[in-house]
């Protein structure tokens, strides 16, 4: 049962740091937005370098990711809570907690998929945001990547009462 609770905390606490996430997104929108323009613009990669061709100019577009960022921390908000939610009331049945992992599994995989995916490959490789010393996020994404990661993993592992 300890366990089990420990997982719903765990869950819960990747909800909580989604959703404080999506709150500085959206209340400090343009701090993080000029960091967004900065990455997708490759203002501040290494000068000359021959990948600038992949750089958006287009405010709209500096938006319209950003937008889809804040759209997708806000999905993994809401699976990781509902997960939550749903892993805590089957809590005292191994078997039917064991079912009710999918909201938590997938908004741990959409986390992993957004931080991963979107920062680490497509800002850090595609946009050269490893030639940034201003517009870096990679390490951050790694930290977040890692814990997720570790999350999922203990998350996935089959819940019964052996041993209790």
């Known amino acids: 049962m300890y366990t089990r609770l420990s997982k719903v905390v765990l869950v819960w606490a ?5 959703l404080l996430v999506v709150f500085n997104n959206v209340t400090d929108y343009e701090s993080n937005y000029t960091f967004v ?3 997708l613009k490759m203002d501040t990669t290494f000068p000359g370098n021959t990948g600038m061709w992949r750089a958006i100019e287009a405010p709209w577009a500096h938006h319209l990711v950003y937008g889809l960022i804040i759209l997708i921390e806000a999905i993994i908000a809401a699976l990781c ?3 939550g939610f749903y892993l805590f009331k089957a809590r005292r049945n191994p078997e039917l907690f064991n079912r009710s992992k999918r909201f938590a ?3 741990l995989t ?3 998929l957004l931080w991963f995916t979107g920062i680490i490959a497509i800002g ?3 946009f050269l945001m490893w030639q940034s010393q201003v517009a870096n996020s990679q390490q951050a994404a790694f930290r977040l990547v890692m814990i997720l990661t570790a999350i999922l993993i203990y998350l996935v592992q089959p819940d019964d009462d052996r041993g209790a």
């Open 105 to 107: 599994i997938s908004g």
């Open 37 to 39: 323009a900065h990455v």
């Open 81 to 83: 809570c509902y997960g």
């Open 14 to 18: 990747v909800a909580f740091f989604a």
């Open 110 to 112: 959409v986390g992993i």
């Open 124 to 126: 850090g490789e595609w």
